[in-house]
């Protein structure tokens, strides 16, 4: 299996993994000039890059957040998770939101966030009138303690 990546802007940096365990491959920007994310506000930032998986249809690419961003400072994906699905041939945008209480300048280059591979099931469904009993049942948030 591999991923195939293609540079949509000579300037677009490969994704690479920080260590040999790392899960993630850091995504970052592809500026011509940096970009200032106000507190509060949400900004789509360019990675200048397509992705493919080679090998297998059964995943997906996901975006999630950088820790030390996200903890420190506040910037995460907004949607939390990215989802880049199989078949999408487009540029990988990360929309980035600042929940943090200071403004936040992207420059060209900056990991901005990370990309983890992860299989997928597609069951079919099948609507049923009632389905099995479990000693949870329907408890919801704080049910078990």
């Given at each position: 299996?591999?991923?195939?990546?293609?540079?949509?802007?000579?300037?677009?940096?490969?994704?690479?993994?920080?260590?040999?365990?790392?899960?993630?491959?850091?995504?970052?920007a592809c500026l011509d000039q940096p970009l200032v994310i106000r507190s509060g506000e949400v900004a789509k930032i360019p990675t200048g890059i397509s992705a493919e998986m080679e090998g297998s249809r059964d995943v997906?690419?996901?975006?999630?957040?950088?820790?030390?961003?996200?903890t420190k400072l506040g910037i995460a994906p907004a949607n939390c998770v990215g989802v880049?699905?199989?078949?999408?041939?487009?540029?990988?945008?990360?929309?980035?939101?600042?929940?943090?209480?200071?403004?936040?300048?992207v420059s060209h280059g900056d990991r901005i966030a990370q990309?983890?591979?992860?299989?997928?099931?597609?069951?079919?469904?099948?609507?049923?009138?009632?389905?099995?009993?479990?000693?949870r049942g329907a408890g919801g948030f704080g049910s078990t303690g």
């Open positions: 299996m591999k991923l195939l990546i293609k540079k949509l802007r000579e300037n677009a940096e490969v994704p690479k993994r920080q260590t040999p365990y790392s899960a993630g491959y850091d995504l970052c997906v690419l996901l975006i999630y957040a950088r820790s030390s961003l996200a880049v699905d199989w078949d999408y041939r487009g540029e990988i945008i990360v929309a980035l939101k600042n929940s943090g209480s200071a403004d936040f300048t990309l983890v591979i992860t299989p997928v099931l597609t069951p079919e469904v099948e609507l049923r009138g009632e389905l099995s009993d479990t000693i």
